[in-house]
């Protein structure tokens, strides 16, 4: 597992973002489970995906949406996509808010939790949505989810060696298509 620790600045930015988010969402459209308020779900899950992104050079997504960000959270400059989970206490799994494998909509999933300290993160592992929809178990978690034990997940440092070896993203031209390219990763074709 690998920590990540935003500063002050950092974390008052996202709580600032997190608020104009929240402010954007249609209300009753969270799948989230907890007795956290939304707003401080949101600022925990933002604070996580944006020190994931630290750790990788990429560059979260943090427009306001009405309704979440429809399960991709980052692309990498070869076009494989992320979704980054995050749990609200460490040993708890990766999973999905459904049983439904269509929400897994990324290329990856990576699971983040939470440490003892406000603004620290751990990446716990990362997983292909194809190895998700062979591994997942239908569990009731606050309704019917499809969870993968992190324990079956990659180690971080895979995923975090070879981003590094990855080009920095182009700035998009005008009329350019998104390319997709498949990458070999730990073994295993993605994309």
Do not use: C
Not at 6 to 31: E, F
Not at 61 to 69: H, V, W
Not at 105 to 124: C, E, H, I, N
């Amino acid at each position: 597992m690998t920590e990540i620790i935003l500063n002050l600045t950092q974390y008052n930015h996202i709580v600032t973002l997190a608020q104009q988010r929240q402010a954007a969402k249609i209300a009753g459209t969270s799948k989230k489970y907890s007795s956290s308020s939304d707003l401080e779900i949101t600022i925990k899950g933002m604070s996580a995906e944006f020190a994931f992104g630290l750790l990788l050079g990429l560059q979260p997504d943090f427009d306001a949406k009405t309704t979440g960000d429809q399960g991709i959270d980052f692309v990498l400059p070869n076009g494989v996509t992320i979704d980054a989970k995050f749990r609200g206490k460490q040993g708890q799994d990766f999973a999905l808010h459904s049983d439904d494998i269509a929400e897994f909509k990324a290329d990856l999933g990576v699971l983040l939790w939470p440490t003892k300290y406000q603004r620290s993160f751990k990446f716990v592992g990362w997983i292909k949505r194809e190895t998700f929809a062979a591994k997942a178990r239908r569990i009731k978690l606050a309704g019917w989810r499809l969870v993968v034990p992190w324990q079956e997940m990659r180690d971080p440092s895979t995923l975090i060696a070879y981003t590094k070896k990855l080009p920095k993203a182009p700035q998009p031209q005008q009329n350019d298509a998104p390319t997709h390219t498949p990458i070999y990763l730990g073994g295993e074709w993605i994309g």
